[in-house]
């Protein structure tokens, strides 16, 4: 979108909630499950006792904090940023403060830079409460805002017997990485979802290497540092700064990544731990890139079929031929919006699958298609903002994405993949394809190697994975948990990005998991 070159901002993705909450568990892939509702099959919550359980099974006890942070009350500010979307009757109370933390700690002559800390719960709770630490998706909100947000949702039993502590990921918050060109930005966005020949994917890589020289020129070495290892190393010293022997941690998306590459690197710092939503830890592109396309068109589906069971729905019967249509037009005539920003159909697919990350603003979004077929294009240019407006993820979410890859592809080999993939995957498929080129002029750094196994001695992990998931692919979320060996997996049949609190099952999973230290038995599924 041409008119994004006025923006500052970063990639885009942003995070969204399936409608509906989910009734009953049942545990997979037997021939008859058995049946939880709303969790009350789940393991009864162990005997507290004075020493460690013997039980390999049993999640750790909880500890009291003493955090050596200086938080400052940002309270009024949090809760205006929510809005009304704080439950009934909560009072919260939030407090803003800095973690200082090595550049990158494979440099060590780059120095310190800090990240933002955000502590939220309930008003007039001791300091002291065990910390539940969030840790969101560099794509969507920044880990601070997601744990307000999860503060105004979560289930009574975890707000009162946690602080949220969100950690915010390298930049993004204070740590904001603002380098790449605004025209280069634009060219990224607004590129052809379609488009599959060389001559336009090497404009793309073009653009794509101006960010890389532009972002090199005013960090240099220090660019290699936002990547998921970084973050995983901030969640070690987050845990010494709060003063605990073992960490409570809940991870969402690639946030989820970072958690399992600390738990794998510090299995005796682990505490009770969720990861809502991992792409497969083991997989490198171009193999994510495809599921990602997979499941977005899953996540497209889930969005039409609740548009089309919904009366009125402002998309028609065929919500996928209106967008078609729509990306059809937008190709050869973007849309003018009043203040001159343009709407192409490369930022519509973008606005598009943001939007698939939030179920409970679907209607909206398919409200924003409509009228952008009508003419209008304000109600998708918006839905970008949080990407490539001011304090936009563009820029660091780009960074994360490239320094966490290992393979770099070349015009040709995404132009076969683009042709491979819109056949497969007619909405996503082209523009996944394309996104790898972003990547071509990244500087090679140090292969990512994926987590470990956990020791046998370590506390298990639950896992999360949802059917519809825009962002990473249900059995990538299972190949994960097999991966750490100590994982207990739980799919939900919903969609969205992060499972946690969609729904009574999932809320009543996680909430056993976190307040009781119990743990479903691994294959639980939780229906739509």
């Keep these: 979108m041409s008119s994004v070159r006025r923006r500052a901002g970063r990639v885009l993705v942003t995070a969204f909630l399936l409608v509906g909450t989910m009734a009953a568990c049942t545990v997979g892939p037997s021939e008859r499950p058995p049946v939880a509702v709303r969790g009350t099959d789940l393991p009864v919550a162990p005997t507290t006792t004075t020493t460690p359980p013997p039980d390999p099974d049993v999640l750790p006890e909880l500890e009291e904090q003493h955090t050596r942070i200086d938080y400052s009350d940002c309270t009024a500010d949090i809760l205006e940023r929510l809005g009304g979307t704080v439950a009934a009757g909560r009072s919260l109370a939030a407090g803003c403060g800095l973690l200082q933390v090595p550049v990158d700690r494979d440099q060590p002559g780059l120095g310190d830079t800090r990240v933002g800390v955000l502590r939220i719960g309930s008003a007039g709770a001791p300091d002291t409460r ?24 979560v289930p009574d039993d975890v707000l009162a017997t946690f602080q949220l502590v969100g950690l915010d990921r390298r930049g993004s918050g204070n740590d904001l990485l603002d380098c790449a060109p605004a025209d280069a930005r634009a060219a990224i966005i607004d590129a052809n979802p379609s488009a599959s020949d060389e001559t336009r994917l090497s404009g793309l890589l073009e653009q794509s290497r101006a960010v890389v020289q532009d972002c090199y020129l005013l960090l240099s070495g220090a660019l290699s540092s936002y990547r998921t290892a970084a973050t995983a190393g901030d969640l070690e010293q987050l845990r010494t700064a709060l003063g605990v022997s073992r960490l409570n941690v809940l991870g969402v998306g690639d946030g989820a990544a970072a958690v399992a590459s600390w738990a794998s690197a510090h299995p005796g710092s682990v505490g009770r731990v969720v990861l809502d939503g991992p792409a497969d830890l083991a997989a490198d592109e171009p193999d994510l890139a495809k599921s990602r396309a997979a499941s977005a068109e ?3 589906d889930a969005f039409a079929a609740s548009c089309t069971t919904q009366p009125g729905c402002p998309l028609g019967a065929d919500p996928r031929g209106a967008v078609s249509a729509l990306l059809t037009r937008l190709t050869t005539q973007p849309l003018a919006a009043a203040d001159g920003d343009r709407l192409t159909a490369g930022a519509a697919l973008s606005a598009i699958r943001a939007g698939l990350s939030e179920p409970s603003t679907w209607p909206a979004l398919a409200q924003a298609i409509a009228t952008a077929g009508n003419g209008d294009p304000t109600g998708l240019l918006v839905r970008l903002a949080p990407a490539l407006g001011p304090q936009g993820s563009f820029d660091g979410a780009l960074a994360t994405t490239c320094n966490d890859t290992a393979r770099r592809l070349t015009p040709p080999e995404v132009s076969r993949l683009a042709q491979d993939w819109r056949a497969e995957y007619p909405l996503f498929g082209a523009s996944a394809a394309q996104q790898l080129l972003t990547c071509g002029p990244w500087p090679s750094v140090s292969t990512p190697t994926p987590p470990a196994a956990l020791p046998p001695d370590a506390p298990p992990v639950l896992v999360l994975g949802t059917a519809a998931d825009p962002r990473a692919s249900q059995e990538g979320a299972r190949r994960t948990a097999q991966l750490l060996a100590r994982g207990r997996f739980v799919g939900w049949q919903g969609a969205g990005t992060g499972a946690y609190p969609r729904s009574a099952c999932i809320a009543s999973v996680v909430t056993a998991a976190l307040v009781n230290g119990t743990l479903p038995r691994d294959g639980t599924v939780c229906p739509a």
């Design 130 to 153: 065990p910390p539940l630490v969030v840790v969101g998706d560099s794509a969507t909100d920044a880990s601070d805002r997601h744990a307000a947000s999860l503060a105004a949702q």
């Design 298 to 300: 899953a996540a497209f």
